[in-house]
């Protein structure tokens, strides 16, 4: 299975923006990198998913590189609420019901 | 949000007493998942379900057993439990197959076992 590399933590200030990487070199071409994160406390939750073009939605930016050998979530503002540990996840083609491979994710810590 | 429930949310047992969790969505979701959570290992899939009494192992299953006699309902239970596991339990559910999909987590269920 391809695995990705992300940085065991990371720090923002708030209200600035945020670039989380993730590396996945060995990601096939039907692979989508999906995006969770985890606030303290409670489950994961779905932030963003992409393929090969830039994504944009309501929470958060996805940048993928060309080669679409790494990628990099992008949290405009970050808020206090934004703190959570961030998983950037492979879904890999035919694997039917089987669920997300979790890595040990980003964890974010958001300064005042 | 997605109408997940997990019971209990907190819940300490003695090594060697039967456990069940209780994973209940109101989704009409086709696939249910439960996960443990760790220090040091993330979530790892223990077992999941892709129907009404169809269910298979995931990559932690030893020592656990499920049952989903309803599409409602996605039950784990730990025959004889132990201190390895003693761990936080999160529920999942999806509703189709495919990449472009997203899961729903519950809130988990903290079990301790001493």
């Known amino acids: 299975d391809a695995k990705t590399t992300q940085p065991n933590s990371m720090e923002s200030n708030e209200e600035e923006p945020v670039h989380l990487p993730c590396n996945h070199s060995t990601i096939s071409g039907t692979d989508y990198i999906h995006w969770y994160r985890q606030l303290p406390s409670q489950g994961p939750e779905y932030v963003i998913h992409?393929?090969?073009s830039n994504v944009n939605n309501r929470m958060a930016s996805l940048a993928i590189a060309e080669d679409r050998k790494s990628s990099t979530l992008i949290l405009h503002r970050a808020t206090l609420r934004d703190a959570a540990v961030y998983y950037c996840?492979?879904?890999?083609?035919?694997?039917?019901?089987?669920?997300?491979?979790f890595g040990s994710g980003t964890q974010l810590t958001v300064l005042p | 949000d997605a109408g997940i429930t997990q019971s209990p949310r907190h819940k300490v047992t003695e090594t060697g007493t039967p456990v069940t969790l209780r994973c209940h969505q109101t989704e009409n979701h086709r696939y249910m998942y439960w996960y443990r959570q760790d220090p040091g290992h993330g979530l790892r899939l223990i077992h999941y379900?892709?129907?009404?009494?169809?269910?298979d192992k995931g990559e932690v299953s030893d020592g656990y057993s499920v049952s989903r006699s309803k599409t409602e309902d996605f039950l784990l239970t730990l025959e004889s439990a132990t201190s390895s596991q003693t761990s936080v339990y999160f529920c999942?559910?999806?509703?189709?197959?495919?990449?472009?999909?997203?899961?729903?987590f519950g809130q988990g269920t903290r079990l301790t076992v001493v």
């Open positions: 996840i492979l879904r890999i083609m035919g694997d039917s019901a089987r669920q997300l491979t």
């Open positions: 379900s892709y129907g009404v009494k169809d269910t």
């Open positions: 999942a559910i999806r509703d189709r197959v495919g990449v472009n999909t997203e899961a729903f």
């Open positions: 992409g393929l090969t």
